[in-house]
Protein backbone atom coordinates (compact mmCIF):
# COMPACT_ATOMS: atom_id res chain seq x y z
CA UNK A 1 0.00 0.00 0.00
CA UNK A 2 1.07 3.70 -0.70
CA UNK A 3 1.42 6.18 1.67
CA UNK A 4 1.08 9.82 0.74
CA UNK A 5 1.71 12.58 3.53
CA UNK A 6 0.44 15.61 3.32
CA UNK A 7 3.02 18.52 2.89
CA UNK A 8 1.88 20.83 5.21
CA UNK A 9 0.77 18.55 8.43
CA UNK A 10 2.03 15.58 8.17
CA UNK A 11 -1.32 13.45 7.96
CA UNK A 12 -0.59 9.79 6.33
CA UNK A 13 -2.97 9.48 3.11
CA UNK A 14 -3.46 6.11 1.72
CA UNK A 15 -2.92 5.89 -1.80
CA UNK A 16 -6.71 5.87 -3.15
CA UNK A 17 -7.49 8.91 -0.51
CA UNK A 18 -8.96 12.16 -2.19
CA UNK A 19 -5.34 14.60 -1.95
CA UNK A 20 -3.97 17.75 -4.12
CA UNK A 21 -1.11 18.22 -5.52
CA UNK A 22 0.10 22.14 -6.06
CA UNK A 23 2.41 22.71 -8.47
CA UNK A 24 4.14 26.09 -8.22
CA UNK A 25 6.48 27.59 -10.50
CA UNK A 26 9.01 30.54 -10.60
CA UNK A 27 10.53 32.06 -13.54
CA UNK A 28 12.32 35.20 -14.54
CA UNK A 29 10.71 37.41 -16.63
CA UNK A 30 12.39 40.92 -18.60
CA UNK A 31 10.01 42.54 -20.83
CA UNK A 32 12.62 44.13 -22.59
CA UNK A 33 11.79 42.74 -26.04
CA UNK A 34 12.76 45.82 -28.21
CA UNK A 35 15.92 45.27 -30.46
CA UNK A 36 16.94 48.63 -32.19
CA UNK A 37 19.52 48.57 -35.20
CA UNK A 38 22.27 49.76 -32.54
CA UNK A 39 21.62 46.72 -30.56
CA UNK A 40 22.76 44.59 -33.56
CA UNK A 41 25.53 45.99 -34.33
CA UNK A 42 26.96 46.61 -30.82
CA UNK A 43 30.02 44.48 -29.88
CA UNK A 44 28.10 42.44 -26.85
CA UNK A 45 31.58 40.84 -26.13
CA UNK A 46 32.55 42.58 -22.79
CA UNK A 47 29.36 42.40 -21.78
CA UNK A 48 29.20 38.77 -22.11
CA UNK A 49 32.73 38.52 -20.79
CA UNK A 50 31.32 40.37 -17.68
CA UNK A 51 28.63 38.50 -17.38
CA UNK A 52 30.24 35.34 -17.30
CA UNK A 53 32.70 36.60 -14.63
CA UNK A 54 29.80 37.18 -12.25
CA UNK A 55 28.46 33.96 -13.24
CA UNK A 56 31.26 31.92 -11.79
CA UNK A 57 31.19 33.68 -8.53
CA UNK A 58 27.52 32.03 -7.95
CA UNK A 59 27.06 28.50 -7.48
CA UNK A 60 25.08 26.15 -10.48
CA UNK A 61 22.35 26.15 -8.20
CA UNK A 62 21.74 29.85 -6.92
CA UNK A 63 22.01 30.52 -11.02
CA UNK A 64 19.50 28.17 -12.01
CA UNK A 65 17.09 29.66 -8.95
CA UNK A 66 17.78 33.21 -10.62
CA UNK A 67 16.39 31.53 -13.60
CA UNK A 68 13.81 29.02 -12.53
CA UNK A 69 12.63 27.08 -9.84
CA UNK A 70 9.75 24.84 -9.12
CA UNK A 71 8.32 22.80 -6.45
CA UNK A 72 5.25 20.39 -5.96
CA UNK A 73 3.20 19.65 -3.05
CA UNK A 74 0.43 16.71 -1.88
CA UNK A 75 -2.28 18.50 0.30
CA UNK A 76 -4.63 16.89 2.33
CA UNK A 77 -8.50 18.11 1.71
CA UNK A 78 -8.10 20.54 4.78
CA UNK A 79 -4.78 22.10 3.76
CA UNK A 80 -6.35 22.09 0.51
CA UNK A 81 -8.81 24.84 1.94
CA UNK A 82 -6.78 26.29 3.73
CA UNK A 83 -4.25 26.87 1.12
CA UNK A 84 -7.11 28.09 -1.19
CA UNK A 85 -8.11 30.61 0.91
CA UNK A 86 -4.74 32.38 1.00
CA UNK A 87 -2.06 30.69 -0.74
CA UNK A 88 0.66 33.79 -0.43
CA UNK A 89 0.32 33.14 3.40
CA UNK A 90 0.41 29.77 3.63
CA UNK A 91 3.44 27.72 5.24
CA UNK A 92 4.97 24.51 5.04
CA UNK A 93 4.94 22.93 8.61
CA UNK A 94 5.01 19.54 9.69
CA UNK A 95 3.52 17.84 12.42
CA UNK A 96 2.82 14.50 14.13
CA UNK A 97 0.11 12.15 12.89
CA UNK A 98 -1.55 12.60 16.48
CA UNK A 99 -1.44 16.42 16.25
CA UNK A 100 -2.38 17.02 13.00
CA UNK A 101 -6.51 16.60 13.04
CA UNK A 102 -6.39 19.38 16.19
CA UNK A 103 -3.93 21.86 14.22
CA UNK A 104 -5.73 21.47 10.91
CA UNK A 105 -8.82 23.17 13.00
CA UNK A 106 -6.57 25.26 14.51
CA UNK A 107 -4.67 26.61 10.73
CA UNK A 108 -8.56 27.25 9.65
CA UNK A 109 -9.10 29.24 13.03
CA UNK A 110 -5.81 31.30 12.33
CA UNK A 111 -6.35 31.83 8.80
CA UNK A 112 -9.81 33.01 9.33
CA UNK A 113 -9.22 35.54 11.60
CA UNK A 114 -6.42 36.74 9.13
CA UNK A 115 -8.87 36.83 6.66
CA UNK A 116 -11.48 38.24 8.51
CA UNK A 117 -8.64 41.32 9.86
CA UNK A 118 -7.94 42.00 6.46
CA UNK A 119 -10.93 42.75 4.95
CA UNK A 120 -11.57 44.89 8.51
CA UNK A 121 -9.09 46.56 7.29
CA UNK A 122 -10.21 47.47 3.84
Given at each position: ?122
Amino acid sequence: MTLYKCDACGKNLKREELRYRVKIEVCAVYNQNEIHLADIIRNHQEEIIQLIKKMEEISPEELEEQIYKSFEFDLCPTCHRAYLKSPLIFKEKRYSENESDSLNRNVEKFLSTLLSEKNENK
